[in-house]
Nanobody, 119 residues
């Protein structure tokens, strides 16, 4: 069973920082691309950031300059460093990856980790 497990969420005050981690396991093949998404209450899930196997990164405009996505291939883990957090960053954060188990490729999501930014 392919697994993506997020960790690192929590509650912080505005201006604070958190580092999310997403660790992949039990897959046959993974090209090491990873996408971070988030969903706030009452809103649709939205793209936050992505990292490709060659290290290229992409961010939604609202987090540029504040969030940084990195990868540690040896640990099968992708990190999302979130600085200067704002109340509008409050959401459930999910990682997503395209991986194979056996010969079947599918998209997989983690269970999500809650980020709450409030004073």
């Amino acid at each position: 069973q392919v697994s993506l497990v997020e960790s690192g969420g929590g509650s912080v005050q505005p201006g604070g920082s958190l580092r999310l981690a997403c660790t992949a396991s039990s897959y046959t093949h993974w090209n090491k691309d990873m996408i971070w998404e988030r969903q706030a209450p009452g809103k649709e899930r939205e793209f936050v950031s992505a990292i490709a196997s060659d290290g290229r990164t992409n961010y939604t405009d609202s987090v540029k300059g504040r969030f940084t996505v990195t990868q540690d291939n040896a640990k099968h883990t992708v990190y999302l460093q979130m600085n200067s957090l704002k109340p509008e960053d409050t959401a459930m954060y999910y990682c997503k990856a395209h991986m194979s188990l056996g010969g079947l490729w599918s998209w997989y999501w983690g269970q999500g980790t809650q980020v709450t930014v409030s004073s």
